[in-house]
């Protein structure tokens, strides 16, 4: 089964507008944690947010937030103010109880966001 | 700031033959991984080292071996290419203080290494 799913392929917004990319999660495990990474054209990897499950606030990042809904299991990432420059490719990866590592991350299939203007 | 380094950043292989993939970071962290990432997919992990001294299997070790030379270096060694090892290699590295809030759980990645295996 699947632990991470993005059910978007592909995602089209207007710039300046906001958009929602979805994420659903499975585990059994209480402690856990939830990532959003930005790829970019060039390659790249860039860490966007981060949420855990203990956390009592939903995480935000400057115009990131991430929309965590424990008993649904679902993580979504709301971009606010949409940019050209956010056109990409967005994935949501888990890190399950870390034990030894804590890089030891799942990854989603991801979504490609283009921002129209 | 270099972060995470990794070489080459583009190599073809022919079925058969071996490379070594480098991976070095500069920020003192404990633990580092390769992932590959194929088209369509998200990154899976493929070998980790949680520490220095240690490695251990990911999700998809199948056809590779990795060494951790020192802190520094995490070391992805291809013995005989497969045309399924065609794929984009990334290192990272992650910082596993022990904090309050455990907020230093991010990964670094490096820009990549696209290897072609014909």
């Known amino acids: 089964a699947q632990k991470i799913t993005q059910t978007q392929p592909g995602m089209f917004v207007q710039e300046k507008e906001a958009v929602t990319l979805d994420c659903t999660y499975d585990?059994?495990?209480?402690?856990?944690?939830l990532f959003w990474y930005k790829q970019p054209s060039s390659g790249e990897m860039i860490f966007l947010i981060y949420?855990?499950?203990?956390?009592?606030q939903n995480a935000t990042e400057g115009r990131y937030s991430l929309n965590f809904q424990k008993a649904r299991k679902s993580a979504n990432l709301v971009i606010s103010a949409s940019q050209l420059g956010d056109s990409a490719m967005y994935f949501c990866?888990?890190?399950?109880?870390?034990?030894?590592?804590?890089?030891?991350?799942?990854f989603g299939q991801g979504t490609i966001l283009t921002v129209h203007p | 700031n270099a972060g995470v380094t990794q070489t080459p950043k583009f190599q073809v292989l022919k079925t058969g033959q071996s490379m070594t993939l480098q991976c070095a970071q500069d920020?003192?962290?404990?633990?580092m991984y390769w992932y590959r990432q194929d088209p369509g997919m998200g990154l899976r992990l493929i070998y980790y080292?949680?520490?220095?001294?240690?490695?251990d299997k990911g999700e998809v070790p199948n056809g590779y071996n990795v060494s951790r030379l020192n802190k520094r270096e995490f070391s992805l060694r291809l013995e005989s290419a497969a045309p399924s090892q065609t794929s984009v290699y990334f290192c990272a590295s992650s910082d596993t203080r022990q904090s309050v809030s455990r907020r230093f759980e991010k990964l670094f990645f490096g820009s990549g290494t696209q290897l072609s295996v014909l």
């Open positions: 585990t059994s495990d209480p402690s856990y944690g």
């Open positions: 949420q855990g499950s203990y956390d009592q």
């Open positions: 080292s949680a520490s220095e001294g240690t490695t």
């Open positions: 920020m003192n962290h404990n633990s």
């Open positions: 990866a888990m890190r399950e109880d870390p034990g030894t590592s804590y890089g030891k991350l799942t």
